[in-house]
């Protein structure tokens, strides 16, 4: 890839971060050209001051309007149940451009908070672009949702309208989103309107102030321009879910997303010709904004979207989805490919047209990493960013940068950081400490929604002038960025501080070990200890022997100190339905009894219960302690 080798360079010569964000701002199209690329620092960056820019446009209608990519597929759908559909650009452009009238029809107006409470349909991208081109402010709400966490986020947000499925397909059952929308927007003030997508064909009756999806294309048939906006304004907010009971909203720019969520695509998975590029997450998830609703359209790719469990009807379905449509990229949570690891399909299914599979979301094991290079023959490209920060932007560029087996490899071009000890000072390579962003860029949140306080204190005031991931990393000899895990989930016994994430790289490399969780638990003695749940393969059974050897291995791979002081064999493990562990729910079923934090993020509750089963007796009662 010599011309992907040449831009890299180009980019990678610009020592200063702003002159690299000018280029990637001149690949967009502007309605109004921009004076200045950055005021501000880090805490209160503004970036392209005087231009103006929208979303929706360079998503969409430059794709539409040029003749040699109008016809190009912009989606290729499928649904759990077999269904699917297919729009080109030029589809896609007059269906945005359709429902952001509609919108506008029933009162929506710029600045307004729009909810998109849908599965991986279509109409989630043609939602959240409709939005974009109004100039409204959407939130995604995971589909997975309850009424007590819809509810929550509508009244928070202010939400004033919200798109809704009727329904969705998971694992072969219908989950009732309308119903549930309705019991929660009750305690939702500011709701004035609801667009009824008609997934199932059941055509619901709707009752005051809903609107069908269908109904509102057609009333806005005409069609509505885009809205030229300050690349600063709010585009969108979502809300992260972790310790706290109450969910902080993330804002993100107009601009800023845009041209940092560009960059990010381009780099970690870049287009090339007949490239279908499948972003194996929920819409609920930043992740598929970044790559696909927004990163993916505005490099004019084909994006695949798929609405149901990667295990349904049988766990051939990744593979099927991928040869049916002619896959050629995917990124999904390393959770995924250890799934696919376990199903040990990938030479039933060799996947000729698979040139690229990238992961990110959680620290990725060298074992599985390993794995998936030999099952599938295609780099493997492991990225890292946040929701706070928009993208990811430590990875290896695909196709041009070499690939170390767990590590992100290094900062692209626009970013700064720095792994800086308990007093904030950088520590040498080979030493653990806290990754710290240096830099302002693009994507970075603004603030967080109605609490602009809250966002200081959070990202800001521990390491002023800096921001704080809360992740702990290490630089290697080369360069390379190994990402360990949450700072929370850094224990310490005995005065010994390790990483959890470090010890269940010990545990999953056991050939019948599946999966793993380590969490800390208080001890009397050592104040902390850590214990392990783990996920065996199918066959294998519990006789103890494999507990007693992955005991083994850890003390001897790691040390004395990092001893596992229990070992719990369990079936399943709680998930976002982005595949992530909710390793903390496990932290609470054993010191607490039961959840203390948000779980509205959980996929399946009764994985919780498979756990609290198979630890029986040492789950306490609720607000007691439990001895490992």
Not at 82 to 99: C, M, N, W
Not at 142 to 170: K, M, N, P, Q, T
Not at 546 to 566: H, S
Request: hydrophobic share 40%; charged share 20%.
């Amino acid at each position: 890839m010599p011309h992907r080798v040449a831009e890299l360079r180009t980019a990678r010569e610009f020592t200063d971060p702003d002159d690299y964000w000018a280029w990637v701002a001149g690949r967009q199209r502007w309605s109004t050209p921009w004076h200045t690329v950055r005021t501000g620092g880090i805490e209160d960056a503004r970036y392209f001051e005087g231009g103006r820019i929208n979303v929706a446009d360079n998503c969409v209608d430059r794709w539409a309007e040029d003749p040699a990519t109008a016809d190009r597929p912009a989606v290729v759908w499928e649904g759990e149940p077999g269904d699917t559909r297919t729009l080109s650009y030029a589809q896609l452009a007059r269906e945005v451009s359709a429902l952001a009238a509609g919108l506008l029809g029933l009162g929506v107006r710029r600045g307004d908070v729009v909810a998109i409470y849908l599965p991986n349909l279509v109409e989630a991208f043609t939602a959240i672009q409709a939005c974009n081109r109004i100039g409204a402010v959407y939130t995604v709400l995971f589909s997975g949702f309850g009424e007590e966490a819809v509810a929550s986020r509508l009244l928070a947000s202010r939400a004033a309208a919200v798109v809704v499925a009727d329904a969705s397909y998971r694992r072969g059952k219908r989950v009732e989103l309308l119903a549930t929308l309705r019991a929660a927007r009750t305690r939702a003030p500011d709701l004035r309107v609801t667009v009824v997508v008609d997934r199932t064909g059941d055509r619901a009756a709707l009752e005051p102030g809903e609107h069908a999806y269908a109904a509102v294309l057609e009333a806005g048939r005409d069609g509505t321009p885009c809205v030229p906006l300050d690349p600063n304004d709010p585009s969108f907010l979502i809300f992260t879910s972790g310790t706290e009971s109450r969910p902080k909203g993330v804002v993100h720019s107009v601009g800023g997303f845009l041209l940092g969520t560009w960059a990010n695509a381009h780099w970690q998975v870049g287009y090339e010709p007949d490239d279908v590029y499948w972003v194996a997450a929920d819409v609920g998830w930043l992740t598929f904004p970044i790559q696909a609703v927004v990163g993916g359209l505005a490099l004019g790719m084909t994006v695949a979207c798929y609405e149901g469990a990667l295990d349904t009807p049988s766990n051939a379905r990744f593979y099927e989805i991928c040869e049916k449509h002619r896959v050629t990229k995917v990124l999904a949570a390393p959770t995924l490919i250890r799934m696919l690891r376990k199903f040990g399909l990938s030479e039933d299914h060799p996947l000729p047209a698979l040139k690229l599979l990238t992961a990110q979301g959680e620290p990725f094991d060298t074992d599985t990493f390993d794995w998936a290079t030999e099952a599938f023959g295609v780099p493997v490209v492991n990225a890292y960013g946040q929701t706070e920060t928009g993208s990811t932007w430590a990875y290896p560029v695909y196709g041009v940068e070499p690939i170390k087996p767990g590590s992100v490899g290094t900062a692209v071009p626009g970013h700064g950081f720095e792994i800086v000890d308990e007093d904030g000072r950088p520590v040498p390579p080979g030493v653990k400490g806290n990754l710290v962003l240096t830099r302002p860029f693009p994507t970075l949140a603004r603030t967080v929604w109605d609490d602009h306080a809250r966002y200081l204190s959070t990202y800001f005031a521990r390491f002023p002038g800096r921001y704080a991931t809360n992740d702990e990393a290490v630089l290697d000899h080369d360069g390379h960025l190994w990402v360990l895990g949450r700072a929370d989930d850094v224990i310490n016994v005995a005065a010994h501080r390790i990483s959890t994430m470090e010890i269940e790289a010990v545990v999953t490399a056991h050939p019948a070990v599946v999966e793993a969780a380590v969490v800390g638990i208080p001890d009397e003695t050592k104040g902390t200890v850590p214990v392990a749940f783990v996920t065996l393969r199918p066959g294998t059974e519990d006789t103890g022997e494999v507990r007693a050897e992955l005991d083994r291995r850890v003390t001897a791979e790691m040390g004395g100190y990092a001893r596992l002081a229990a070992i719990y064999p369990t079936p399943a493990l709680p998930k976002t339905r982005t595949g992530k562990t909710m390793r903390r729910l496990l932290r609470d079923l054993l010191v607490h009894g039961s959840p203390t934090g948000d779980t509205s993020a959980m996929e399946d509750p009764a994985a919780l219960d498979t756990v609290r089963t198979a630890l029986g007796p040492l789950v306490p009662e609720r607000g007691g302690g439990a001895q490992p």
